[in-house]
């Protein structure tokens, strides 16, 4: 299996984790891995003209969430994170208002990452987890989430 091969599977896993965790559900989820740098493998998720929706994603995940021009009328909302050492962009455009002060940037992390690292750590690679502890990591972050753990810094 080639460098190239080995990154998209761990990148799709990585995907398979993060799609549930991602409310309300993205438009569109891309994996980039090009032949010639398979080592700069990322997912980028796109929603729909929904600020709302990438706020609460960055939540979810941390990272760096920033606000930036995108041509004369548009901004992009971006958030720059990192699940399992795969790079995440999560983001939407909007229609620019006439007065925001760009960019926006605010970085934190939370519960539900912080526990997803520490179950890597104790399980390994998420694509070789059992049923089982599939299903005990799932009920964990269910439960941080119904503690409102999820939500805000850590």
């Not at 750590?121 to 941080?144: C, K, M, N, T």
């Amino acid at each position: 299996m080639t460098t190239q091969h080995q990154k998209y599977r761990a990148a799709l896993n990585v995907a398979e984790i993060l799609l549930p965790m991602l409310n309300p559900a993205p438009n569109q989820i891309t994996i980039t891995c090009r032949p010639q740098t398979p080592e700069k493998v990322k997912i980028e998720a796109f929603v729909l003209r929904d600020v709302e929706a990438v706020t609460r994603w960055h939540a979810v995940v941390g990272g760096e969430l920033t606000s930036e021009p995108h041509g004369e009328q548009s901004v992009r909302w971006l958030v720059r994170a990192e699940l399992a050492g795969i790079p995440l962009e999560l983001w939407t455009l909007v229609d620019a208002p006439t007065a925001v002060p760009l960019p926006v940037r605010e970085r934190h992390t939370n519960a539900a990452q912080a526990a997803l690292g520490e179950w890597i750590d104790a399980h390994g690679d998420p694509g070789d987890w059992s049923e089982d502890v599939r299903l005990a990591y799932a009920a964990q972050i269910a439960e941080l989430r119904a503690d409102g753990r999820t939500e805000g810094a850590q």
